[in-house]
Structures are given as C-alpha cells and as structure tokens.
C-alpha cells in the first residue's frame, strides 16, 4: 500500500468539515459502481455497516475513508485524491443537499482541478 493512500483538495476539506457541523461525526466510502458509479459517499458514520472485507484506507481530517478490499485490489491499490465537484451526484451522499458531488481522482487519472491544493492527511497504519 502507498505511503499517502488518501489525501483531499482544500475545497473537499472545507465541505467536509461544513458536513459535519450540520450532521456530526462522518464516514467515506467509495463505491465501486454500484449507484453513483465509482463516487466517494459521504454518510453519517455508521450509516453503512462496515464489514469484514471493507478496508480502512485513511483518514481525511479524523473522517474515515474506506473501500471494499477486493476492488481495491484490482484497482491496483491506487491512492485517492479526494474533490469536490458542482451537480448533485448521489442522493445517499450528504453533500448532495449542497449541490455538490465527491469525487476521487488517482495518479492514473489526470487531477487537473481548479477546486483546490493537495492537503495531506493521515493515513492508517501509518
């Protein structure tokens, strides 16, 4: 696994921290297709029971973020840049009341994003 497995844009910190002054504590996963294609949820922790082959990545500001450990793998382990974009993405997901949608950008990916810098976060097992 990559040292920075996941990281956010300071405009997806800045929704993430306004998420959850309205909602409380948060947790962030990424879908694999299911739904809204492959976008990040953002749920109320808790609002999706986390099983035995979810993986925790990291996490983006003390919020969790995890994957199922099977995509994950054959998605070739990427790290995952966390964004923000303008359109409503997913209805499950608490940013969409604001208009906006997660997304998740990898180095295979070009990021190219006007939203914000690359912010570190902390990573589990790290």
Do not use: K
């Not at 994957?67 to 070739?76: L, S």
């Not at 009341?97 to 997660?102: E, I, S, Y």
């Amino acid at each position: 696994m990559p040292d920075q497995v996941v990281s956010a844009t300071e405009a997806a910190r800045q929704e993430l921290a306004q998420l959850r002054e309205r909602f409380g504590p948060l947790m962030l996963f990424q879908s694999g297709g299911c739904c809204d294609g492959s976008s990040p949820l953002c749920l109320h922790e808790g609002g999706l029971l986390v099983g035995p082959n979810d993986l925790l990545l990291g996490e983006i500001d003390g919020i969790p973020f995890y994957v199922d450990a099977e995509q994950y793998e054959r998605w070739n382990e990427p790290a995952f840049l966390l964004d923000v974009a303008p359109g409503a993405g997913d209805a499950f997901s608490l940013e969409a009341l604001d208009g906006l949608h997660f997304v998740s950008r990898t180095p295979g990916c070009p990021v190219g994003s006007a939203a914000g810098t690359e912010a570190s976060a902390t990573v589990a097992g790290s």
